[in-house]
């Protein structure tokens, strides 16, 4: 439909231009992407040099440990979230584009996800080795951590749009986003724990997986609206 | 009659409503503190199971009661800001967030000096002492987010969605955490009858009541420093017999 010489684009075509854009973006600067990746790399081989190499203790605090320097990872590259378009003037454009800021907003999530948390992800196994876990409770872990880690850029979202442009924005962002995200590290961990000892990880992964849902519905509208408070 | 409700709801006239009230919630509740004080300490009698120890209760219970209920308040105050735009809203919520954050951390530090004696441990990670310090960890937020925002409607509003998101979350995180771990004794106050002597249940509710009044009365005087502050350019807050001093 031709409204004006302006084709107006659907809901799903606009959320692929915001992905690829990010991407596009992100792969032009790959070193972020890289950084985010050896720092969690460096903190999960930290853990072994600090409480030893007794491999018993390490198989059981593997989840643990990957869970937490996943979540700290990916509080790295949540100041980037928005802070590059909101110097550059791109945000202020987006928030008077006739588009629903949402749709934006969870474009930006979604692109966030695939250049910081997937490569975690797809880091995992190497590392769940490392501390010799076994294959079954690897394979809860990573399809803990592919449920829990968008979770964690959604929320993260929130707190990277309330302290956009304030000074000191990286600690108190961790500051606001790491409570709110215990939730997810429990439910994570805790899969893996059952599968350890023989027990369903079903509820556990069915509730990351009503996480991420609750998340997806209502985390782009929380941004969106602390995008506009902080912009005003 | 039609009430106005929002005449109350501009700090011009609140000020004054509220340093009106102050006086009478502060002597309320230092009588109620004294009294709930006596009863604990002299009239209730020694727990069978637990000796004195157990007279830490009075304080313990009714300062984890006020951490909960008062970011429920605090995110109602802040959700009502949001909503209808009233300056007054968000100062109330900044000025609920300091007593919150001080009643969670006196329920933290009575729950390990109890759990001293009756546990043998100073912590324990179960549910709800977890959870209480979490809560602890949203307050600090609120209080930090709003300290670094120097423009302060910016900052209230900025606060106000944060605590919003925050109480949302807080039931997620409580049972996330009670499934996680739970050893806290049960709930010993239930709707239906308690198990509790007559006096340790008029002591706990006489300051249950005490903490409330402080609460309002601290509340209270702080929003009217934080009223003060914010509009300290304005021609009212000039004519002010104490301002004019």
């Known amino acids: 439909m031709k409204v004006m ?16 854009r990010d991407l596009v973006l992100a792969m032009r600067r790959r070193a972020d992407v890289l950084t985010t990746l050896v720092f969690f790399v460096i903190v999960v081989s930290l853990f072994p040099l600090g409480v030893g190499p007794e491999l018993g203790m390490l198989r059981k605090m593997a989840p643990g440990v990957l869970w937490v320097a996943a979540l700290l990872a990916s509080m790295l590259s949540l100041g980037r979230l928005f802070s590059a378009d909101y110097q550059d003037g791109t945000l202020e454009q987006m928030m008077l584009a006739p588009q629903s800021l949402s749709m934006l907003v969870l474009g930006k ?23 010799d876990m076994s294959a079954q409770p690897l394979g809860v872990l990573i399809i803990g951590l592919l449920l829990g880690t968008p979770i964690l850029s959604m929320i993260g979202a929130i707190g990277a749009a309330l302290t956009l442009g304030l000074r000191g924005g990286g600690v108190l962002l961790s500051l606001l986003v790491l409570p709110l995200c215990i939730p997810v590290l429990i439910f994570g961990t805790g899969a ?19 996480l991420l849902v609750l998340s997806l519905v209502f985390t782009p509208l929380v941004t969106a609206q602390a995008l506009r408070i902080s912009m005003e | 009659m039609a009430i106005n409700w929002f005449k109350y709801s501009s700090p011009t006239t609140f000020y004054g409503l509220a340093g009106k009230m102050i006086p009478w919630f502060a002597v309320s509740a230092a009588i109620l503190f004294a009294i709930g004080l006596y009863i604990g300490f002299v009239v209730a009698p020694v727990d069978a199971q637990q000796g004195e120890f157990y007279r830490i209760i009075f304080i313990h219970v009714p300062a984890s009661m006020m951490s909960m209920f008062l970011y429920m308040v605090m995110a109602a105050y802040a959700a009502l800001g949001l909503v209808f735009n009233t300056r007054l809203s968000g100062m109330m919520a900044s000025a609920l967030a300091p007593t919150g954050a001080l009643f969670t951390l006196i329920s933290l530090w009575t729950g390990a000096l109890w759990g001293k004696p009756m546990w043998g441990t100073w912590w324990m990670w179960d549910a709800r002492m977890t959870s209480e310090l979490i809560l602890l960890f949203l307050y600090l937020g609120f209080i930090a987010l709003h300290a670094s925002i120097d423009d302060s409607r910016r900052a209230d509003r900025a606060a106000a969605l944060l605590a919003i998101v925050g109480s949302v979350n807080v039931p997620i995180i409580y049972f996330s955490v009670k499934w996680w771990n739970t050893l806290h004794q049960g709930a010993t106050i239930k709707f239906t009858g308690t198990s509790m002597q007559i006096a340790m249940q008029q002591a706990m509710f006489t300051m249950l009541l005490a903490c409330w009044l402080y609460s309002i009365a601290v509340v209270l005087a702080r929003v009217r420093s934080i009223i003060l502050s914010r509009e300290r350019n304005t021609v009212w807050i000039n004519e002010l017999p104490e301002v004019k001093q």
């Open chain 1, 192 to 210: 893996v724990e059952a599968i350890s000892s023989g027990l369903s990880v079903a509820s556990h992964l069915s509730l990351l997986g009503a």
């Open chain 1, 109 to 131: 999530m979604i692109a966030h996800w695939m250049v910081s948390g997937l490569p975690l992800v797809l880091m995992a196994p190497v590392l769940g080795l490392q501390f």
């Open chain 1, 5 to 20: 010489g302006y084709k107006k684009s659907s809901l799903l075509q606009l959320l692929v231009l915001v992905i690829r």
